[in-house]
Each structure stands twice: as structure tokens, then as C-alpha cells.
């Protein structure tokens, strides 16, 4: 097999980076000359003459290469992407599929047969397949070398996208048509979802509110709520012995605790979580957990599950209530970070708080526990804690909605988050309400 002078595809680089054209494709053919099968050539020239609409030129290059290195996933992309420009979509979708998923081209192959699915008819499966290609995308970090793609590629990314957004925007659509929202209570669900639907988004107006998933505007942006608004946990307060006695037993029994933090290692929040991903030193003993009572542990601690059930509890299926004992083993330190949504308060009923313990930070404003008095905040602003005692931490944490929105709107938003939800997760995405 001829071998190519590096000098010589030193120059062809060069050539295309410089955006020397002629240059190029003269250094290519000279390239080929001496290596008839050079890959990289070959599907450059391909590629070349397909963004030129030279569609039939496109496709002879990489049949030409196919038939010297048969295995080739870049021939077989170009191939297919000439076929799909040519119009050739069965061929296309065959071509494209036939890149494998291990292949470096796998991603841009994926892209491609998005559309021609979506051409051929099969929207659902296009629109899984773009899905698939846009997740694929940003954990490559493709999405966010957007700018100096090519331009072909970009205008594949934002079709996939767009494709995305309109099917998202239909489903958030369907899910309120039920709903009985006056007209502004509606555009504020809307403007919550907005920047999941491809359309400009409401900022929070302080720096340190900052929501993954959703942030609802028009609601008071308080970190710490006064105690006093909610007068419906003081009869949760005032069973604080008899679910501390529970939680003794359970704690003497060790059984029925999950780490809090459990994610892959290549997982993108994982850095952020350290020590802590799959650790005992920050553990939960949940009573419901992304929607689903647990009814083990509610028949263990049956006096806090009846607390627990006779307050109005966040509701949203397939992801609230959550409600759980927080177990903070001594010396433990949970990093800075933020809930998925502003239309939620947090509360925590201190159970087991050592005097030396440390504190909860909302927004940067430290402030202590108190066994047996509730302490609510906004868990979409950055917020941490810390055990710096010798002894362990625990609280009963669970979740009520933000006291700024009306009913009506709870119920639409409820019904907007479960169908967005199921989309993504029919998808084969993540569900960014899911903690």
C-alpha cells in the first residue's frame, strides 16, 4: 500500500484550513495519486463536492473509497449524506444506519438520518433519532464547538433542534389545553417552558437563583421564607418527638438508607458531587421518592407518614412528593448547588441536630437548625450544608409548592412537568425534573 509524505498532507490541512480551495483539491488529487484509498482524502472530496451540489461527484468519491476500505464509517456517512441530497432517501437511510455506533462519524450519521426519516414519513422515528443525535452532540461536546462546524453540519443541528423544540412545544400544548388558566396564568406556565421550546427565556433577577429545569417568572424570589407563612407545619412540629422516636428506630436498624447522590461516574454532574456520588455520608430514607410512596418505610414510621400525608405536599407524577429522612454523617459537607425548579419551597423539620453542627446556606446566608421548628427556603438559589460535628445530622425534608401560585396553575404546571417528562424519557433523554 502506498504510504502518503506527511509534508504533503501537512499542505492539504493547511489548504482547507485556510479556506484555499483550489489549492486543496489539487494537493487531494496528488494525495491519491500515491494512495489511491487515503480515507481522509476521500471523504473530504466527497464532502467538498456535496456542499458544491455536486451530489453525483459527492457520491462517486465515496464509492470510490467504499471500494477500497469497505469499512470506512466517514465513506459510508459521506455516502450517505450525498444520497439523501441527491434524494436517494432508501439508500440513504441504509447507508446511515450503517455507520457503526462506536464510529467517530456515528453522531453527524445520526443527524442525517434524523432527517431522512422525517423525509420518508417516519416522523416518530426521526424525531427519536435527532433526539438521539442531539444528546449525543452535547455529551461529545459537538454542540458546543457549534461555531466552527461546518456549515452543513450546523444546519443539520438546528433542524434536529428545531424538529425537537416544535414536538416539546406540542406536547406542553396538549398537557395545558385541559387546564381552566386565565390567559396570563398560561403564558407564565409558558414562559417557564421557553427555553426548553427553542424561544427566549425569563431570567431571574437574582445571581444566585438559578433552577436547572424551570423558572417560573412573577414569583417572589425569596432564598429564606419566614416560618410564620406556613401555619399548616405546626401540626407536623408538634409530632416531632413521636417521629424522632421513628427515626431512632430505623437509624438503630440501618436498613431501608440509599446514598442521596447515586450517579454513573461518567455522569456530567458527577465532578460537582465528589466523594459524596454513592457515599453513606449523606443518606435518605425516603418515604416518597419521585412521586412514588414507599410504602415499606411508611410502614415502619407509620406516625411520620401520616404527618407527612395530611400536609399539602408538592404533587406531580412521576416526580413529587419527595419526602425523606436527610442523614448528614459527621464531617460531612454538601457542595454548593441548586434545586430544578422556583415553584417550589423546601422544608426541613430538624430532628437530630448536634450542637456543634454547622448550618444550612441559602444564597450565602448561613443559618442554623432547630430541632422541631421548620425552616423553609427556595431551593432554585445555590444552597449547602454542612456537618462539622461529631455526631450525625438528620432532618425530615419534603416539598410544597411556591405560595405565589394560584391552584389552577399548580395543577397545569403539574400536568405540563408529567408529559414533559414522559416525551423525554419515551425518547431515550433525561428527565431534568428527575433529581
Not at 399548616?232 to 436498624?253: C, G, K, P, Q, Y
Request: aromatic letters at 6%; glycine letters at 8%.
Amino acid at each position: 500500500m502506498s504510504v502518503t509524505s506527511p509534508e504533503l498532507l501537512a499542505q492539504l490541512r493547511a489548504a482547507i484550513s485556510r479556506g484555499d480551495d483550489a489549492t486543496a483539491a489539487s494537493l487531494a488529487r496528488v494525495v491519491l495519486a500515491g494512495d489511491p484509498g487515503h480515507e481522509a482524502t476521500l471523504a473530504w472530496l466527497a464532502a467538498r463536492a456535496r456542499q458544491q451540489g455536486m451530489v453525483g461527484e459527492a457520491q462517486a468519491w465515496a464509492t470510490r473509497g467504499l471500494a477500497i476500505r469497505p469499512g470506512s464509517s466517514a465513506l459510508r456517512f459521506q455516502l450517505g449524506a450525498a444520497q439523501a441530497a441527491a434524494g436517494d432517501l432508501a439508500a440513504a437511510e441504509a447507508s446511515l444506519q450503517a455507520v457503526p455506533v462506536a464510529a467517530p462519524m456515528h453522531v453527524l450519521a445520526q443527524l442525517w438520518l434524523g432527517d431522512v426519516q422525517a423525509r420518508r414519513g417516519a416522523g416518530a422515528a426521526g424525531l427519536r433519532t435527532a433526539a438521539r443525535a442531539l444528546a449525543m452532540a452535547e455529551q461529545s461536546g459537538l454542540m458546543a464547538e457549534r461555531a466552527s462546524l461546518p456549515g452543513d453540519v450546523r444546519v443539520q443541528l438546528d433542524a434536529a433542534m428545531a424538529t425537537l423544540h416544535e414536538a416539546r412545544a406540542d406536547v406542553v400544548a396538549r398537557a395545558l389545553d385541559g387546564a381552566k388558566l386565565a390567559p396570563e396564568e398560561r403564558e407564565r406556565v409558558l414562559a417557564a417552558f421557553a427555553p426548553h421550546l427553542g424561544r427566549s427565556a425569563a431570567i431571574p433577577t437574582h445571581p444566585l437563583q438559578q433552577p436547572s429545569f424551570l423558572f417560573i417568572p412573577g414569583l417572589d424570589d425569596r432564598p429564606w421564607w419566614p416560618r410564620e407563612a406556613f401555619a399548616h407545619l405546626s401540626a407536623i412540629e408538634a409530632r416531632t418527638d413521636e417521629i424522632r422516636a421513628e427515626l431512632l428506630a430505623v437509624l438503630a436498624e440501618d436498613v431501608g438508607f440509599a446514598p442521596y447522590v447515586d450517579m454513573p461516574d461518567d455522569a456530567p454532574a458527577a465532578p460537582m458531587w465528589g466523594a459524596l456520588n454513592r457515599s453513606p455520608s449523606w443518606s435518605g430514607f425516603h418515604f416518597f421518592r419521585h412521586g412514588e410512596r414507599i410504602d415499606a418505610n411508611c410502614a415502619r414510621c407509620p406516625r411520620t407518614a401520616a404527618a407527612l400525608e395530611a400536609l399539602p405536599l408538592l404533587r406531580i407524577p412521576d416526580h413529587a412528593p419527595e419526602a425523606l429522612f436527610s442523614v448528614l454523617r459527621p464531617q460531612t459537607h454538601i457542595p454548593p448547588h441548586t434545586g430544578v425548579i422556583n415553584g417550589r419551597l423546601t422544608v426541613h423539620l430538624p430532628l437530630l441536630v448536634p450542637a456543634d453542627c454547622g448550618a444550612l446556606a441559602v444564597a450565602g446566608e448561613a443559618r442554623g437548625w432547630r430541632e422541631g421548628e421548620c425552616t423553609v427556603f427556595d431551593d432554585s438559589f445555590v444552597h449547602e450544608a454542612i456537618n462539622r460535628s461529631g455526631q450525625t445530622r438528620v432532618v425530615l425534608i419534603f416539598d410544597l409548592w411556591h405560595p405565589g401560585l394560584p391552584e389552577p396553575t399548580r395543577a397545569a404546571l403539574a400536568a405540563a412537568i408529567a408529559a414533559y417528562g414522559a416525551f423525554n424519557r419515551e425518547l431515550g433523554l433525561d428527565d431534568p425534573m428527575q433529581e
